[in-house]
């Protein structure tokens, strides 16, 4: 098993920049891709990026593409996603997860492991 843990939510006005970590206990960092979902109240959870084992490639949400930027330290067992130019629409609590097999995916059933969530609150 894996245990996620997030860390570095909180409240930024718009604009600003949030850095969120995971970090992972438990199995081989490395044998899992790395995935940030987040769900909005009222809404369901949703895609945001994802990062292979090695960490060589990536994959955003249209919707983040360009502002946020995900990234790992194996040898640390931390996944990171950097946030920039936040936008009110992106206030969600923001999960990490750990899916053992194949590639990326979107689907949040996928994903074999998920961390308890961390709020990100973005003000107008």
């Known amino acids: 098993q894996v245990q996620l843990v997030e860390s570095g939510g909180g409240l930024v006005q718009a604009g600003g920049s949030l850095r969120l970590s995971c970090a992972a206990s438990?199995?081989?960092?490395?044998?899992?891709?790395m995935g940030w979902f987040r769900q909005a109240p009222g809404k369901e959870r949703e895609f945001v990026s994802a990062?292979?084992?090695?960490?060589?490639?990536?994959y955003y949400a249209d919707s983040v593409k360009g502002r946020f930027t995900i990234s790992r330290d194996n040898a640390k067992n931390t996944g990171y996603l950097q946030m920039n130019s936040l936008k009110p629409e992106d206030t969600a609590v923001y999960y990490c997860?750990?899916?053992?097999?194949?590639?990326?995916?979107?689907?949040?059933?996928?994903?074999?492991?998920w961390g308890q969530g961390t709020q990100v609150t973005v003000s107008s």
């Open positions: 997860a750990a899916k053992s097999t194949g590639y990326y995916s979107i689907r949040t059933y996928d994903y074999d492991y």
């Open positions: 438990g199995r081989t960092f490395s044998n899992y891709v």
């Open positions: 990062i292979s084992r090695s960490g060589g490639t990536t």
